[in-house]
């Protein structure tokens, strides 16, 4: 990464005491920081910040799998915090920060000028740097630090040495009425476990804690709000990794989002609504939603292993799994009613069951599992490793009675629905205190009841050991139609999920079930839509191009031959008209993301679809062949 100095005012450096270097005494206990109290001191309009870099005792609740030391900022005279201190000025403030080094390796220390841009500054052991900036740019930013090791390097940070960095626009009035949620991935073992294997980033360099605000799952603290509250987050991804953000049951609007990788990736702030929004490595947006319904909801990375606990039971049944069957990346929701609420009675229910089943001569280490669809005695099925459409209709009440045939609890999201509660699927935690949803233990079932309020392209998964069950098939769309919009040929639903193999990247991705898809066929002259749902196991960047080349080239090469199409929608939600203008045929589509495109194939021929892993080389994952009638 390469990211230019501007701005830079002024630069020291000074030796001190090496006393200031503790060899001796136990280091202080690191101290979760929920980024609501600004750092420092103002003076004849320059804010001070002084911080001192520190070993500290990083306890479990932190994140950590048992007692651990790592490095962390601390406010001179104050205990150390994980992020560091919440620096938070306006546009056009002077900052100044005195930074004391109190470890023993050299330091190099990043303060943000923009979303692309820092000045830095090398503090040796025992010394202490001073380094001046001018904030130009309101925004969402983090600074931190590196000590030359090589998982600093790589990770482009060293322990826990980062904090949050917000700029306000000018002229902004009282107490910010928002919430600043920091997102680090820190070193908590020099072992090395297969399920690391995963990612690339973090192979070969042990096991991690991924925190919100210092904290990981069930320890995050809880947000509470009241229906019909606005919420305001600005969320800072200050790890070099990929977390798809997902919002349980709701909406939200990214209201600004930028990045290091932003422009490469082709990432700008989106146009309309959405459920998930994927945050690159080093990025940050400022969102808002709505509390429009009470009762217990998640925001949470919709990369399955940054969720996946040290160890899993995948016989655990009790009514507290969500809050051990998952960890890291995952903040709680508790919304309260607002006066009397009224049940609108449903006079006519559409009812379906979902039964969910497991394939004989599987092996256990990667099983097949898939949901079959029964409806008045009418199945719907899919084949190994994949489960059928769910097709719904808008605003007509279901009732879809979930039946566990496993050997193995389970349980079902409603990804993107907006709905109550107690439906969402998330066991011993969905619903409120008196009523949480239960995991579906083998032989039982349970019942969810829904509206759908809009047209759109959405999913339905398990929510339960998720690296296990959704890569084995317990995933498939969930399409809900408007009242004059039936089932055509031309609508075409392509989920990119991972299999039992890709859990380690020894294997391919499938699309709807199938490593080597079936040809899919378009007819010249009329609009195609392409439903494109992605909830791959461990491939936030999977970029879908459609292309008349007449061959895949294994590792990626500029294409001449990529078509054009018209966004429709993202996540289940009509993107504004301005967005559906006719461009390149190429979308990244993350984990949790669902896109909707149309396209109108001029003549007949030979096209494909070609999904492709991140990156200059861009490896082929998959790969559907098209043929134009």
């Known amino acids: 990464m390469r990211l230019r100095s501007v701005m830079l005012l002024s630069v020291t450096v000074s030796l001190s005491d090496a006393s200031f270097i503790s060899r001796h005494a136990p280091p202080p206990v690191l101290v979760p920081n929920d980024n609501t109290r600004p750092a420092g001191k103002t003076r004849d309009g320059v804010t001070t910040i002084e911080l001192d870099a520190v070993p500290a005792t ?3 609740q932190g994140g950590a799998s048992s007692i651990k030391v790592t490095d962390a900022f601390a406010e001179r005279g104050k205990t150390a915090t994980m992020p560091g201190p919440l620096v938070r000025v306006n546009a056009g403030a002077t900052v100044h920060f005195n930074v004391r080094n109190r470890l023993a390796r050299s330091l190099t220390f990043y303060v943000p000028t923009s979303a692309a841009t820092e000045d830095s500054i090398v503090v040796a ?9 001018r904030t130009t740019h309101a925004g969402n930013f983090f600074y931190r630090a590196t000590d030359g090791s090589a998982v600093s390097t790589k990770l482009h940070m060293a322990g ?10 000018v002229g902004a009035a009282g107490r910010p009425r928002d919430r600043v949620m920091m997102i680090m991935m820190t070193p908590d073992s020099a072992l090395t476990r297969a399920a690391e294997l995963v990612n690339p980033i973090t192979a070969g360099q042990g096991v991690f804690a991924f925190t919100i605000n210092g904290r990981s799952w069930p320890n995050t603290d809880r947000v509470f709000a009241t229906v019909g509250d606005t919420l305001h987050w600005r969320v800072i991804n200050a790890s070099w990794d990929v977390h798809p953000m997902h919002l349980h049951g709701f909406y939200y609007t990214v209201d600004h989002f930028d990045g290091v990788f932003a422009k490469r990736d082709g990432q700008t702030t989106p146009a309309g609504p959405v459920v998930t929004e994927r945050m690159s490595n080093f990025s ?6 709505v509390a429009e319904r009470p009762g217990n ?3 949470h990375c919709h990369f399955a292993v940054h969720l996946q606990p040290p160890t899993y039971n995948p016989h655990e049944i009790a009514g507290d799994h969500a ?7 995952v903040v709680g929701i508790l919304i309260k009613p607002r006066g009397s609420s009224q049940t609108v009675a449903q006079t006519s229910i559409r009812k379906l069951r979902l039964i969910a ?3 004989a001569g599987f092996p256990d280490s990667a099983p097949s599992m898939r949901f079959v669809i029964d409806e008045q005695g009418k199945r719907s099925e899919a084949g190994p490793r994949f489960s059928p459409a769910l097709n719904l209709n808008q605003n007509e009440p279901v009732a879809i009675t979930v039946v566990n045939r496993l050997t193995e609890p389970t349980s079902v999201h409603w990804h993107g629905m907006e709905l109550e509660s107690y439906n969402d699927g998330v066991s011993g935690w969905s619903g409120t205190p008196a009523q949480l949803a239960p995991a579906i233990a083998p032989g039982d079932s349970f019942v969810a009841r829904f509206t759908p309020p809009r047209a759109g392209t959405f999913m339905y998964h398990s929510h339960f050991d998720d690296t296990r069950q959704q890569p084995a098939g317990l995933v498939g769309p969930m399409i809900v139609r408007g009242s004059n919009e039936p089932p055509r040929e031309d609508d075409h639903a392509l989920v990119i999920n991972g299999t039992p193999a ?6 391919p991705i499938a699309v709807n079930g199938q490593v080597n898809p079936d040809t899919l066929v378009l007819r010249a002259g009329h609009p195609q839509r392409l439903r494109f749902i992605g909830i791959t196991l461990v491939n936030p960047n999977a970029t879908v191009t459609l292309t008349g080349r007449s061959d895949s080239l294994f590792r990626n090469a500029p294409d001449t031959m990529i078509v054009e199409w018209r966004q429709l929608a993202k996540d289940g939600a009509n993107v504004p008209a301005a967005a559906t203008v006719p461009r390149r045929a190429q979308q990244l589509v993350s984990i949790g993301e669902t896109y909707d495109f149309e396209y109108t194939p001029a003549r007949p021929g030979n096209l494909r679809i070609e999904i492709r892993a991140a990156g200059p080389a861009g490896a082929l994952l998959a790969r559907v062949p098209v043929k134009v009638k």
Do not use: E
């Open 125 to 133: 052991p025992g010394a202490i740097g001073d380094l001046t900036t």
């Open 58 to 60: 990083w306890h479990l």
């Open 284 to 289: 940050s947006m400022s969102i808002t939603w």
């Open 160 to 169: 826990a040495l980062a904090g949050a960095f917000i700029v306000d626009t």
């Open 357 to 359: 089943v497991r394939d």
């Open 502 to 507: 890709s859990i380690l990247r020894a294997g």
């Open 323 to 329: 809050l051990t069957g998952m960890t890291g990346l």
């Open 297 to 299: 909801w998640l925001f």
